[in-house]
Structures are given as structure tokens and as C-alpha cells.
């Protein structure tokens, strides 16, 4: 059974930091690249991070370069995948959600075929 769990939502203030982390399981997920997105109220989910399968790459949207941090630790039964967020800002604000995918280091949504319900990150100002 394919499950992706996302945890370690919250709600912090401006400047602050949090952790959040998705544990894949029931497929060969070191096989795939991993990835973030990120959903606020209103509007379109939209791409944060992503991951390639060996860790040797990575990419970010341009709203969290330099201040978030994507790694992932491929142990033998669960992909753990880790999104480190520092100095957080109110438009940081959304439901946050991991998602897997077979393709290199994919950016579109439509690329990924595995995905977690969520988890909220709150930042307040």
C-alpha cells in the first residue's frame, strides 16, 4: 500500500523556522524524485522544491530560494524527504503537500503521480 505522510506543520511567526517531513512508502521510492508544493487559500498549488532520487540535485522556486532547504534520506522500506524552511514570511502561508515522481527533477504537478494530504504551515506577521 503507497502511502506519503507529511508532518510538522504548524504555526509560527515571521523569521521563524520549521521542519516539515514526508515518509513514502509501499513503492520503490528511491527511485524517484521527490518534491514540495504548496497550496494557499485561493490560489493555485504551486511548485516549492524538488529533489532527484540520489540527492545529487535540487531545485527551487524562486519565492523560497535561499531560504528553504530540501534533502532526503533513502532508507531500504521509506523515503524520507525533509523541507527545511528559515526565515518565514505570512505568504508563506499554505498547506503544504510531498509528492512523488518518476521524471528527473520535475517542476510541473502534472509530472508527479504520488502525493500526501497536506500538512499546514501557518506564519503570522
Known amino acids: 500500500q503507497v502511502q506519503v505522510v507529511e508532518s510538522g506543520g504548524g504555526l509560527v511567526q515571521a523569521g521563524a523556522s520549521l521542519r516539515l517531513s514526508c515518509a513514502a512508502s509501499g513503492r520503490t521510492f528511491s527511485g524517484y524524485a521527490m518534491g514540495w508544493f504548496r497550496q494557499a487559500p485561493g490560489k493555485d498549488r504551486e511548485f516549492v522544491a524538488a529533489?532527484?532520487?540520489?540527492?545529487?540535485?535540487?531545485?527551487?522556486a524562486d519565492s523560497v530560494k535561499d531560504r528553504f532547504t530540501i534533502s532526503r534520506d533513502n532508507a531500504k522500506n521509506t523515503v524520507t524527504v525533509y523541507l527545511q524552511m528559515d526565515s518565514l514570511k505570512p505568504e508563506d502561508t499554505a498547506v503544504y503537500y510531498c509528492?512523488?515522481?518518476?521524471?528527473?527533477?520535475?517542476?510541473?504537478?502534472?509530472?508527479?503521480?504520488?502525493w500526501g494530504q497536506g500538512t499546514q504551515v501557518t506564519v503570522s506577521s
Open positions: 529533489i532527484s532520487r540520489s540527492a545529487g540535485s535540487t531545485v527551487y
Open positions: 509528492a512523488a515522481s518518476m521524471t528527473f527533477l520535475p517542476t510541473s504537478s502534472y509530472e508527479y503521480s504520488y
